[in-house]
T-cell receptor, first 114, second 112 residues
């Protein structure tokens, strides 16, 4: 069965400090994994994706994520937070299982303090 | 187009009225998806299409919800006899095969 768990509903960091948003997944097949960001009253923007190539994936705005199959994790990181990073972040898993299944995590709200 | 377009931006309906939402996917994308985002920010999958064919409708409350993607027309999501709990933002997304989905800006439906 396919599932996505974002381990923190809220994360608060100070500007200039590292960001870590955690995501664990379960999948019966080789999944594709994505991180999306949603700013208030906006749609979803793709930050980065993993589709069975390099396990360390670099995305936009300085974000990156590492696919760790042994830990079934796909945590999102950024070395230095910026005020504009404050938003909701969603970890998403897609797999070709009886079709094209996509499951969203519950989201993690990132707060950035000045 | 290069972006997923959704209309209208906002829709207000009285309980029991019909609501119809539209989505124009990115040109060349063969898959279209509809999601419902409720107040807790949770995304619920509703239905997907591969071209004009229903691909997966396991998330659709079929008694009141219906959707279509006809050739040369925007895709549509229709809710007959809306209920208060249908109030949400409805997002459409499109993709080219089994790749990342590109999302539209959403339609906010408010049922009074």
């Amino acid at each position: 069965a396919q599932s996505v768990t974002q381990l923190d509903s809220h994360v608060s960091v100070s500007e200039g400090t590292p960001v870590l948003l955690r995501c664990n997944y379960s999948s019966s097949y080789s999944p594709s994994l994505f991180w999306y960001v949603q700013h208030p009253n906006k749609g979803l923007q793709l930050l980065l994706k993993y589709t069975s190539a390099a396990t360390l994936v670099k995305g936009i705005n300085g974000f990156e994520a590492e696919f760790k199959k042994s830990e079934t994790s796909f945590h999102l990181t950024k070395p230095s937070a910026h005020m504009s990073d404050a938003a909701e972040y969603f970890c998403v898993v897609s797999e070709r299982a009886g079709g094209f299944k996509t499951i969203f995590g519950a989201g993690t709200r990132l707060f950035v303090k000045a | 187009g290069e972006e997923v377009a959704q209309t209208p931006k906002h829709l207000v309906r009285g309980e029991g009225q019909k609501a119809k939402l539209y989505c124009a996917p990115i040109k060349g994308h063969s898959y279209v998806f509809w999601y419902q985002q409720v107040l807790k920010n949770e995304f619920k999958f509703l239905i997907s299409f591969q071209n004009e064919n229903v691909f997966d409708e396991t998330g659709m409350p079929k008694e009141r919800f219906s959707a279509k993607c006809l050739p040369n027309s925007p895709c549509s999501l229709e809710i007959q006899a809306t209920k208060l709990e249908d109030s949400a933002v409805y997002f459409c997304a499109s993709s080219q095969g089994y790749n990342e989905q590109f999302f539209g800006p959403g339609t906010r439906l408010t049922v009074l």
